[in-house]
């Protein structure tokens, strides 16, 4: 066991608050994590976003914060038994040591409802602090239960300056990193590595790790990490482009998007790929100005971009570029209009600046029993299917956020709130 080499993501894991890497909206002084932590309410939580963001490593930092017992299980390898053995000793040691156990949970989301239920009442009666991690978002992966008995905190992928900073404390680091080796590493590598990851630190490490391995020492005893060796030991091709070159060409394909321009779209996407983007970003906007610019002038659009998006995620290149060209070449002939996406700005204006309406008494859950001016419920489907009556609270009453435009299928649509009415585009 002496001799497992333990990898330098693993020994350079932040262990307390300071040496922690970004989420600064999470861990950041004025965060309710922070102060949660500093009165002593944190409770039970549910940390998601992508790997490599700190989820496992924060809970870690947490619990030994608190001077508190820490237990780390892995949801794939874990079952009921395991958890509950987990929680009768932690009842042992608050009863006697008057010590708090959290119970770090990753992959939370595999777990199933049976798994779920056997930490409910434990979390419930304070005998163990539940800290779930997971890569999906626990609304829709995990049980409500569960869910509703924790803080839920979202991780960003890592900035490039974040994952620099992390990396250079790796290379001086003599205790944990790599700073008893005569490393050299060029800017431009820590550049690479720390784009190249996607914001996954510990894809940055590894990378690094792997490039000062597997390099020789060179005539003046040092360890040269240039471009070269970064790039070939992350799985991913250097990016040809500089970051105002990368944003430029970016812009350019969604602009020859909303222009209609099949051979400019087609041309930067190319130019963006062949240069080492990931395809996946090319497809993830591709998505978004489906809905953005052509929106209900052509819904299908919104269908194959978003099957082009799979496609690529579980094809990779070559085989997934051919449905990804196929989406771009719909996209731009499509029709267009952004109707959806003004909708969508007048209704985050409203519900921002218009946070003390009621829902009129007819909506709710539970209508009271003296009736407004609004009178009772109208179900639909007594009418024929639609039938006029009023949604949006009074002050909204004649609120129109989604207006038609006169473009490809949106100029058929007939808007059942007013039939009569007339776009503006």
């Given at each position: 066991?002496?001799n497992?080499?333990?990898?330098l993501?693993e020994k ?7 040496d ?10 004025n ?6 932590i500093?009165f ?9 976003g ?17 001077k ?14 395991d958890?509950?053995a987990?929680?009768?000793?932690a009842?042992?040691?608050k009863a ?13 989301h595999?777990w ?6 056997c ?12 800290i779930?991690?997971t890569t ?15 803080r839920v ?5 890592l900035?490039?300056k974040?994952?620099i900073?992390?990396l250079?404390r ?21 550049e690479?590595?720390?784009t ?9 490490l ?23 060796t ?47 983007c ?5 497809a ?12 209900m ?51 985050e204006d409203?519900?921002?600046n ?6 009129p ?40 956020y989604?207006i ?17 009415y007339?776009?503006?585009?």
């Open positions: 066991m002496d497992i080499r333990v990898p993501a350079m894991r932040p262990k307390s608050f300071e922690f890497v970004g989420q600064q909206h999470i861990v950041g002084k965060s309710l994590l922070y102060r949660a500093k002593g309410t944190l409770g039970s939580c549910i940390f998601y992508p790997p490599g963001t700190g989820k496992t490593t924060l809970g870690n930092i947490i619990a030994n914060s608190l508190a017992n820490y237990v780390k299980i892995n949801a794939v390898t874990s079952g009921v038994s958890a509950k987990i929680i009768e000793r009842r042992q040691d006697l040591l008057g010590t708090d156990t959290f119970l770090i949970l990753d992959e939370c595999r199933n409802k049976a798994q779920s239920d930490v409910l009442e434990a979390i419930e009666d304070g005998s163990i602090y539940f779930g991690t999906e978002n626990p609304y829709t992966s995990m049980t409500r239960a569960i869910v509703s008995r924790c905190f979202e991780f960003k992928p900035t490039t974040d994952i900073k992390a250079k790796a290379i001086i680091d003599k205790e944990n990193g790599l700073g008893n080796l005569p490393v050299e590493c060029e800017d431009k590598a820590l690479y590595l720390a190249a990851c996607g914001g996954d630190l510990r894809a940055a590894n990378g690094l790790e792997l490039a000062v391995m597997t390099s020789p020492v060179s005539k003046d005893k040092k360890i040269h990490i240039d471009l070269l970064a790039s070939q030991s992350i799985d991913r091709k250097a990016l040809s482009l500089d970051e105002n070159m990368y944003y430029d060409f970016l812009s350019a394909f969604c602009k020859s998007l909303r222009g209609c321009d099949v051979e400019g779209a087609l041309y930067y996407s190319q130019c963006l790929i062949k240069a080492g990931d395809p996946m970003i090319i993830r906007r591709l998505v978004a100005h489906a809905s953005e610019d052509v929106g002038a052509d819904s299908n659009a919104l269908l194959l971009a978003t099957s082009a998006m799979y496609a690529v995620e579980k094809m990779g290149a070559p085989e997934g570029l051919i449905p990804l060209t196929h989406a771009i070449i719909y996209v731009c002939e499509a029709e267009k209009s952004n109707s959806v996406v003004k909708a969508l700005h007048m209704a409203d519900a921002l218009n946070r003390d309406n009621k829902v008494n007819h909506l709710k859950n539970h209508p009271s029993t003296n009736k407004d001016n609004h009178g009772s419920y109208k179900y639909p489907h007594d009418y024929g299917g639609y039938v006029k009556q009023q949604y949006m609270p009074d002050s909204l009453k004649d609120r129109i989604y038609p435009s006169k473009n490809g299928k949106e100029k058929n649509l007939i808007r059942k709130k007013f039939r009569d007339k776009g503006d585009n």
